[in-house]
C-alpha cells in the first residue's frame, strides 16, 4: 500500500514560470519529507526538505510547503529553467527507529524553452 | 568526491544465476540501503544496515541477501534470479539518525532474461 502518492506522472512548464509538484501522504506518523531531483541514469540527488513542525522550507528558487492537516506536501520552483527537467520523488519518514523512507512514485517535470 | 559507488553498471542475468552488487561508501556513513525502482513504482527499500555487520529487512526483501561485513560496503546478493527481478537498483547511505538525507549511487541496471 502506498503511503507517499505523487499523482501527477509528468508535468510540463514554460521556461521562467512556476513549477508545482504536488504529493500526498497517508501516514500521520511522518514527520519529515524531503524532495529528490533524478537526472535519466544517474542516482536521486536531494533538493529539500522540510520538518513537520514547520510549513515552509526555501532554497533559492526551491520551496516545499507542507499542510499536514490535508497530508499535503508541494514543491514550488520559480523561475522554472530548463535544466530542471528531471524527476522528481517525494519522501516521507518518521524521525524515530529505523528512519526508513517512503517515496512516491515521481514526477517528471519538463520545462520548455 | 567519490561518494557511493555501484558496481557494476549494467548486468545481464539468466534466469536461475546468482550475482552480487556491491556498493562502497568513502563518507564514514552509519547508514547503508539497498532500493529498487521499477517503472510506476518509485523507490522501494529491499534491505537496509544501521552500522557494520548489522542488517534488516525492508519493503521487498524476499529473493534477495545482503551483507554488511565494513562499515564502507553493503552488498546485495540475488542466489538465484528471477524475471521480475529485473530492475534498477540503487544504493544509499547517510551518516546517522539526526540527518535523515540519504546520497545514492548512480545505480545497477540488471536485466534477468
Known amino acids: 500500500d502506498q503511503q507517499v502518492k505523487q499523482n501527477s506522472p509528468s508535468l510540463s512548464v514554460q521556461e521562467g514560470r512556476i513549477s508545482i509538484l504536488n504529493c500526498d501522504y497517508t501516514n500521520s506518523m511522518f514527520d519529515y519529507f524531503l524532495w529528490y531531483k533524478k537526472y535519466p541514469a544517474e542516482g536521486p540527488t536531494f533538493l529539500i526538505s522540510i520538518s513537520s513542525i514547520k510549513d515552509k522550507n526555501e532554497d533559492g528558487r526551491f520551496t516545499v510547503f507542507l499542510n499536514k492537516s490535508a497530508k499535503h506536501l508541494s514543491l514550488h520552483i520559480v523561475p522554472s529553467q530548463p535544466g530542471d527537467s528531471a524527476v522528481y520523488f517525494c519522501a516521507a519518514s518518521v524521525q524515530t527507529g529505523a528512519n526508513n523512507l517512503f517515496f512516491g512514485t515521481g514526477t517528471r517535470l519538463t520545462v520548455i524553452p | 568526491n567519490a561518494g557511493v559507488t555501484q558496481t557494476p553498471k549494467f548486468r545481464v542475468l539468466k534466469t536461475g544465476q546468482s550475482m552480487t552488487l556491491l556498493c562502497a561508501q568513502d563518507?564514514?556513513?552509519?547508514?547503508m540501503y539497498w532500493y529498487r525502482q521499477d517503472p510506476g513504482m518509485g523507490l522501494r527499500l529491499i534491505h537496509y544496515?544501521?552500522?557494520?555487520?548489522?542488517?534488516a529487512k525492508g519493503e521487498v526483501p524476499d529473493g534477495y541477501n545482503v551483507s554488511r561485513l565494513k562499515k564502507q560496503n553493503f552488498l546485495l546478493g540475488l542466489e538465484s534470479a528471477a524475471p521480475s527481478q529485473t530492475s534498477v537498483y540503487f544504493c544509499a547511505s547517510k551518516f546517522g539518525l539526526a540527518k535523515n538525507i540519504q546520497y545514492f549511487g548512480a545505480g545497477t541496471r540488471l536485466s534477468v532474461l
Open positions: 563518507m564514514n556513513h552509519e547508514y
Open positions: 544496515s544501521v552500522g557494520e555487520g548489522t542488517t
